[in-house]
């Protein structure tokens, strides 16, 4: 048979996705991380995972859906959260933005699922079938082997206990909570995420009424993580918007590398940090290194982290700045403190071996 009569809409789409393969996955599982340090990728929006010298494997917020995919009727669901919160009718035009980078079907190894929060760009049913259906599994404290836990707020737990994840598998944390798996201690800290207090359980015509009543408690709803890590301690800020509680976050605890969400915010709408507020939280964090996450995702809350360069060259002098900011690639590693003075990400460029095989050339002369 000839190669055009074997294509099929599905055997380009199997061939093609996810648009990374497993190439990441192998990186990860292939990494030796140093003593001393800890090694970080970003997984696109706010997914991150963070891998430890003692082999402490964990992703926060590892999600593997996209956004819109079809105009359909051009509106946006009554009681959708942007819709409570603006008021507006017209469907937003989220379209994902970045290459799926990680196979959630190839996952060897992992300790903990983390979610900041349920909302839908953050938690993935497809990662957590994967998790549960191969059998992953960690040790506890004690060394004992136990299932791979899921850990996040109550709805986050709802949700996962929704799509059938066991509720014994399933950790709520709130504010305060600490657990400890391996060389790594997860803090559970307040979220400042005001998008998930304007969310209901439902959408359409049954929406929950929000007018005028009391909002429901931050701390059922989201979450902010402190990972304390031998190479550092990471503060994931979920899709908290700016407070000034991050200064107390600062005074409570030593944080080392920040990640904030980051974004473009469409007039009408207050759902992200902007280039001013990702500022602002590395220095209420007293952090040393901000790392903006986020506005990678959404075609329409895209942002230039340029504008935070250019903020941060005008402020840094005057206001005694004492953390710098690190842009990064999506799919791209970060090694705390291997890569502390980094100012910026570039992927692997390869080539390193050049002129070490013969090549094959008609002259020199041609190079
Ligand atoms: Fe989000």
Known sequence: MSKINQITRESWIMSTFPEWGTWLNEEIEDEVVEPGTVAMWWLGCTGIWVKTPAGCNISIDLWCGNGKRTHGDGKMAVGHQMANMCGGRKMQPNLRAVPFV????????VDAVLATHYHQDHMSAEYAAHVINSGITTVDENGKEIPVPFIGPKKSVETWIKWGVPAERCVTVKPGDVIKIKDIEIVALDSFDRTCLVTTDSTGPDREELTGVCPTDMDDKAV?????????????????HYSIYFAKHGKDYDIDVAFGSYGENPVGMADKMT???ILRMAEALRCEVVIPIHYDVWTNFMADVNEIKVLYDMKKDRLDYKFHPFFWEVGGKYVYPRDKERKAYHHPRGFEDCFEAPQNIPFRSCL
């Open 102 to 109: 990680i196979d959630p079907f190839a996952i060897k190894t």
């Open 224 to 240: 902010n993580f402190l990972i304390k890590t031998p190479g550092g301690n990471i503060y994931h800020s979920g899709d908290s």
């Open 275 to 277: 280039s001013c507020d």
